[in-house]
């Protein structure tokens, strides 16, 4: 397992645990029907906007009945990188895509077999027989932004390829994921934050969760004691890595597609003066910077203008891609206290920040934060509930399909009809499937679990590796 040690320090009051030694027999299929209880593997794959890699998180489930803690149990994640001679075709289809939607065919044969090739070498660098992961969850960005005419025809759908991804694994796929809190559809809310704040929720305390991806999300998760029964709190709120990686392809010739750790920029000296005068203009919480960037060079976009102002500036490269780190973090803690003083009353204070993402690795981000967050603010990485901070996305994808599986199989025709208007309604997951070689068992033995009746998102969720919680099951504290 490739195991990525964080460079920066977080205020803290404890210390994440490394459960990845925990896991290193091989994983082959057994029976894992005991007594009616739910037990199952789930692999969550994900890309990035660019397709320069693939991340996975190989999760295991269990729970005894459906009024029980739902347990959760890491066993593998890491990376598969995607060779530029498979990347490379793939983005130029994309850059055509929107003006020929007959170019989708292909895209998504090529995108089905880059995942299920990359699927199979996960598996075998880990040791992982395929029949043993009872369905897989799946999500790219990349084919998201398209608006494509209406079909029927599963190959031509723009999440088709997933139709590639059973054809060569023979696993069930789960994708297109969407958020149901209260009855009503949360279109706006990432279904990443809608599981990190499942992960997250404490008893008493306050917790954010910071996911610094190509763009950045924040999450407000209130204590279970809050007496306001609220819906997941969570935008988008402008660059994470995105303009970062693009400075980076740019002034290296390519040579580097990002800034590993913040060791580039720590050598550059920041135009204070460029970054308040973008910040100025550029209002996050209402637009977004467009994921082409991500796969673009020399576009007509915030980046490239970026670039030009700093070169016009007579900035080096160094000194370049260390504005745009200052923007980046000068923006995240700009929209962290907007939203915060948007959604909380006035004086509302955060105790934990968790933060995540590949730019938590980088130190001038972190640093930044942390001399101007407020002294009371605890900065923990994500691995202190259990989770790697690189493997949360892969992770929280896995957990959507789990719960889109659970519950739309107990909503199928032959199951009793959905809660009335009179009866609550509990948070759902729903997404698209391609069924697998192993579908009808895996609804047999979700029908037994659910003894008849429609499951909803579980909302007691518990991590193993969760340092905080074992501590308080220890009375350590």
Known sequence: MVTIQLSFKMRRTDSAMDT??????????????????????????????GLNELNFALVHYHQDSPNTPLRVELLKHGEIAVPPSIRTPILNLLREAQSKPALLTRINTQIGQMFSSSIKTFCQKHDIEITSIDFVGTHTPSLGRFNY?????????????????????????????????????????????????????HPKKFRACLNIDELTNISFVPAHSDKQDRATISRDCGPGSLLIDYAMRYCTSNDHGEDHQGKYSTNGTVNQTIVDRFLDSHDYLRFAP?????????????????????????????????????ITAQNILKQYCRLLDLFFPRGQKVDELFICGPSARNANIIDYL????????????????????????????????????????????????????????????????????????????????????????????????????????????
């Not at 994921?291 to 900035?315: K, P």
Request: charged share 25%; with cysteine.
């Open 370 to 477: 942390e001399a101007k967050l407020p002294e009371s603010v605890i900065t923990k990485p994500l691995d202190d509930i259990g989770i790697p901070g690189d493997a949360n996305e892969a992770v929280c994808y896995a957990h959507l399909a789990l719960e889109a599986v659970l519950g739309q199989v107990t909503r199928m025709p032959n199951s009793p009809a959905p809660p009335t208007s009179r009866q609550p309604l509990g948070d759902a997951v729903r997404g698209k499937f391609v069924c697998g070689d192993k579908w009808q068992q895996l609804v047999d033995r979700v029908q037994r679990f659910s003894q008849g009746k429609s499951l909803h998102v579980t909302k007691d969720v518990r991590v193993t590796g969760n340092l905080t919680d074992g501590i308080n099951r220890l009375d350590l504290c």
């Open 290 to 326: 467009p994921l082409s960037i991500a796969r673009e060079m020399f576009g007509d976009h915030e980046a490239q203008r970026l670039v030009d102002e700093c070169l016009f500036s007579s900035m080096c490269e160094a000194d370049t891609v260390a504005t745009i780190t200052r």
């Open 149 to 201: 005419p209406p079909t029927e025809q599963a190959e031509q759908h723009p999440l088709g390829w997933n139709t590639i991804i059973k054809a060569d694994t023979g696993l069930t796929t789960v994708f297109d994921f969407s958020i149901m809190e209260r009855a009503v559809v949360r279109a706006r809310i990432s279904p990443v934050a809608f599981v990190d704040k499942l992960l997250l929720q």
């Open 20 to 49: 990845s030694e925990l896991f290193r027999g091989r994983i082959i299929q057994h029976d894992r029907i005991v007594n009616d209880g739910l037990d199952l593997r789930v692999l969550g794959v994900r890309s990035g906007s």
